[in-house]
């Protein structure tokens, strides 16, 4: 559902808690910037206009998101909240009510921010508050005969503003106009010196606007983060929910606590995932695929009935139904295995095809090779696909037998049936149904003595 409205996501404090040269917003919760996941959040809410507020020094921030429905606003130097939004407001639509927020509070749900949202309607503020158990650091909020009148900062507060438990999470809904109104005016008279936006709660009820409040539906959504330890709980907190999703949708998880989903998992019916697996970019797992414990899947397709076997890495490749990975496997971008096909430890595969039914079940490497059905690939076998300066194709047709410790020296064919004995170097196309062997023929030396240890003259 579209909601017209303008969001300001306000990202221009330092961070200086994170001990970090990277700035704070781009920290990774779950794979992706914290400022992805809020200006994701703004879109999912079909806001007509996004403007981040960004600081000195964030240029880097801005090169990071370079999508064109994007508004920037540079604050420099940061004098506050206020100050933050005012910068925002010429690239905002004046007739839209305007939502602020945080690019520090990576993970507010959408159905949270319609909630405020349809809690302000056209003409009045609300803001989102939590009751807490210890609020100390946030601004409180103020009621008078239950109505809010304003909110006030922990530094600015007194010992009964102080014991009031419902504090102001900082995201907040107001019309445009009356920001336009409120901001050129606020003061920096307070502790800290700077303009507050929380100044703009009083003058709200001044000009006669209800301030009204929404609350979250969970309390992690309003968590910000200006530590590592604080992005490592919500990381946990965030990759709970994603497993706890995977679960409801019938994925077999071993530990719901051992899994981390750093993008977007698809899984079929009757999908299990052992423990410590790490899942990025884009996955996708048929009916019935099982992923062994400790196995890492970036940007990777596998098709029904596929069991991908313990401490196995595949990145950007796609895998056949019912087919074997590792233990031990690595597939590298580019390989693209039919049905059936066995890949079995210490095989890396990239950049290459192996169809229906083949077979390379140790100690291998097939890079940039085209391999066609029923085959087997010995152990030991490489395809030598690189001479320093240029990659090299190496096909292999239907029904080869590749012997054990072979050099496909590529570019270089193995036909139809073709046979090549172990230990071969192939140079040159090896025809179909033949037996290919380049080996030293063996002898034997009779009588022959081994060497002594001379004595020390
Ligand atoms: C603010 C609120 C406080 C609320 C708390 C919730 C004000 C005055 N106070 O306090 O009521 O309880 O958030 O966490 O608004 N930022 C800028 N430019 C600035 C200052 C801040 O972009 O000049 C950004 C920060 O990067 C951050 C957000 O605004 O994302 C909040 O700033 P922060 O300094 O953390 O505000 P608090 O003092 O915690
Ligand atoms: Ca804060």
């Given amino acids: ?39 994701d959040t703004a879109r999912s ?20 998101f370079p999508d064109t429905d994007l508004h920037w606003a540079k604050q420099e130097p940061q004098l506050g909240t206020g100050h933050a939004v005012l910068q925002a407001l010429p690239h905002l639509d004046a007739k839209l009510p305007t939502l602020v927020l945080y690019g520090d509070v990576p993970l507010t749900q959408a159905d949270t921010l319609r909630r405020l949202i349809d809690t302000a309607g056209k003409d009045a503020m609300a803001l989102l508050t939590v009751e807490m158990g210890n609020p100390h650091g946030y601004g409180r909020i103020v009621r008078l005969h239950g109505q809010i009148v304003r909110i006030v900062e922990e530094k600015d507060a007194d010992d009964a503003e102080r014991a009031i438990r419902e504090v102001n999470t900082g995201i907040l809904v107001a019309p445009t106009q ?30 006669g606007l209800e301030v009204k409040a929404a609350h979250p539906s ?42 981390d989903v750093r993008g977007e ?30 196995c890492v899947l970036k ?15 595949l990145e950007q490749a796609s895998v056949g139904p019912r087919s074997s990975i590792g233990p031990y496997a690595r597939l590298r971008p580019g390989a ?13 595969v990239k950049n290459s095809i192996i169809a229906a039914h083949s077979k390379a079940n140790h100690l ?53 049936g073709a046979t090549i004995g172990a230990g071969t170097t192939l140079t040159k196309d090896a025809p179909a149904g033949q037996l290919t062997v380049s080996r030293a023929k063996q002898l034997s030396i009779p009588n022959w003595q081994r060497p002594v240890k001379q004595k020390n003259p």
């Avoid at 969001?7 to 040269?21: Q, T």
């Fill in 1 to 39: 559902m579209n909601m017209p409205l303008n969001v300001v996501i306000l990202a221009a404090g330092k961070g200086k808690r994170m001990h970090s040269d990277l700035p704070k917003v781009m920290h990774p919760v779950a794979g992706k910037p914290m400022l992805g996941h809020v200006i």
């Fill in 45 to 64: 809410l079909g806001a007509v206009r996004i403007c981040v507020v960004y600081g000195h020094g964030g240029e880097t921030v801005r090169a990071a």
């Fill in 178 to 207: 009356a920001l336009q109104r409120w901001l050129p005016q606020l003061g920096n008279r307070n502790a800290q010196g700077e303009y507050y936006l929380t100044d703009a709660i009083a003058m709200a009820v001044t000009d």
């Fill in 218 to 259: 969970h309390g992690w959504e309003v968590e910000g983060v200006n530590s590592k330890a604080q992005l490592a709980t919500l990381e946990r907190l965030h990759q709970g929910n994603i497993a706890r999703r995977l679960l409801e949708n019938g994925v077999m998880l071993a530990d719901p606590a051992r899994i």
């Fill in 265 to 294: 998992l698809l899984c079929g019916n009757d999908v299990s995932i052992d423990v410590n697996c790490v899942f990025e970019g884009k996955v996708s797992l048929g009916a019935g695929v099982s992923v062994g414990p400790n």
């Fill in 299 to 313: 940007d990777v397709s596998v098709a029904d009935g596929t069991r991908i076997h313990a401490f196995s890495h």
């Fill in 336 to 348: 693209e295995l039919g049905e059936d096909v066995h890949i079995g430890n210490f095989v890396e």
């Fill in 364 to 416: 291998a490497y097939v890079g940039d090779a085209t391999i066609g059905q029923r085959v087997n690939i010995g152990a030991g076998t490489i395809t030598c696909n690189y001479d320093g300066a240029n990659k090299f194709r190496t096909i292999i047709e239907d029904d080869a037998f590749i012997g054990s410790d072979t050099q496909l020296v590529a570019p270089v064919t193995v036909g139809r």
